[in-house]
T-cell receptor, first 116, second 114 residues
Framework: AQTVTQSQPEMSVQEAETVTLSCTYD???????LFWYKQPPSRQMILVIRQEAYKQQNATENRFSVNFQKAAKSFSLKISDSQLGDAAMYFC?????????????FGKGTKLSVKP | DTAVSQTPKYLVTQMGNDKSIKCEQN?????MYWYKQDSKKFLKIMFSYNNKELIINETVPNRFSPKSPDKAHLNLHINSLELGDSAVYFC?????????????FGEGSRLTVL
């Protein structure tokens, strides 16, 4: 069975600085998706960034980028120029490609605080 | 308009009661899901339906019964509520044929069982 591990329960960053959230996963599959979701206090789950395992190029979305290391099964999220609105729980998630699509396997989350 | 909407957003009830949470999506997606987030924020899939057909049914007590009257709706009915059922329940949807794998989540329904 696939697992997702986020080893940092809490992280803190100064506004305008850069922070990296760690995520490792375990799978025997070769095709899969990886995601970072953000959950602010409003509870809404918001997709931050997505990576297809077959793509070697790291995904980027404005201030958010990932470092995807397939061999190491690592998928870290870098937030540049942190803003107060980035404060939230961040969840790393894995999904098999094909088969039971939609079965997201989540890590336990990292609570990010942003200091003004 | 909210893409995936759930009602009610908050629900407080007594042990032993039966309650339902409704979910509707206006994205035209063919697959809908229920996820449970426990008190430690851990999220886990409960069910998924594709075109009204159950395709994922994780280890969930029989007291939980999803119902999909059409592909835009997936309701969750819970019988004989227990204290451990207190959680936030998220509905989500996706297009099965999409190659993005992206799920669209509702805002969650916080259930408190007293």
């Amino acid at each position: 069975a696939q697992t997702v591990t986020q080893s940092q329960p809490e992280m803190s960053v100064q506004e305008a600085e850069t922070v990296t959230l760690s995520c490792t996963y375990d799978t025997s599959e070769s095709d899969y998706y990886l995601f970072w979701y953000k959950q602010p206090p409003s509870r809404q789950m918001i997709l931050v960034i997505r990576q297809e395992a077959y793509k070697q190029q790291n995904a980027t979305e404005n201030r958010f980028s990932v470092n995807f290391q397939k061999a190491a099964k690592s998928f870290s999220l870098k937030i540049s120029d942190s803003q107060l609105g980035d404060a939230a729980m961040y969840f790393c998630a894995y999904m098999n490609y094909g088969g039971s699509q939609g079965n997201l396997i989540f890590g336990k989350g990292t609570k990010l605080s942003v200091k003004p | 308009d909210t893409a995936v909407s759930q009602t009610p957003k908050y629900l407080v009830t007594q042990m032993g009661n039966d309650k339902s949470i409704k979910c509707e999506q206006n994205l035209g997606h063919d697959t809908m899901y229920w996820y449970k987030q426990d008190s430690k924020k851990f999220l886990k899939i409960m069910f998924s339906y594709n075109n009204k057909e159950l395709i994922i049914n994780e280890t969930v007590p029989n007291r939980f019964s999803p119902k999909s009257p059409d592909k835009a709706h997936l309701n969750l009915h819970i019988n004989s509520l227990e204290l451990g059922d207190s959680a936030v329940y998220f509905c989500a949807s996706s297009q099965h044929s999409s190659n993005t794998g992206e799920l669209f989540f509702g805002e969650g329904s916080r259930l408190t069982v007293l």
